[in-house]
């Protein structure tokens, strides 16, 4: 079973930076691509950024770029999102996601919850005024 771990939300201050991680362990897999959404109480889970394992191209929501990176470690196969300039609209639940068939590499569907495999437990960030 495909496990993702996640780390680091918490309880900032807006102008604040967070960095999450998410390690994937488990059976073995082809790790395409990475991913992070988050989703808010009361709405619908979207797109923050995603990384392509192979290259480390990376995709951003236009409300995050500029403000928010996102990098991989291979060796540990693990995710990290760097979040600076945090905003209180950036408060949700963000969750780690994985592709393992690569069906994120076809056109923008990077951006699709649907399509992709696994998802970690979710972590906390919550940005105050």
């Known amino acids: 079973q495909v496990q993702l771990v996640e780390s680091g939300g918490g309880l900032v201050q807006a102008g604040d930076s967070l960095r999450l991680s998410c390690a994937a362990s488990?059976?073995?897999?082809?790790?395409?691509?990475m991913g992070w959404f988050r989703q808010a109480p009361g709405k619908e889970r979207e797109f923050v950024a995603a990384?392509?394992?192979?290259?480390?191209?990376?995709y951003y929501a236009d409300s995050v770029k500029g403000r928010f990176t996102i990098t991989r470690d291979n060796t540990k196969n693990t995710v990290y999102l760097q979040m600076s300039s945090l905003k209180p609209e950036d408060t949700a639940d963000y969750y780690c996601?994985?592709?393992?068939?690569?069906?994120?590499?076809?056109?923008?569907?990077?951006?699709?919850?649907?399509?992709?495999?696994?998802w970690g437990q979710g972590t906390q960030v919550t940005v105050s005024s």
């Open positions: 996601t994985l592709d393992i068939y690569g069906r994120t590499w076809i056109g923008t569907t990077w951006r699709l919850p649907d399509q992709y495999d696994y």
């Open positions: 488990g059976r073995t897999f082809n790790t395409y691509t």
């Open positions: 990384i392509k394992w192979s290259d480390g191209s990376t």
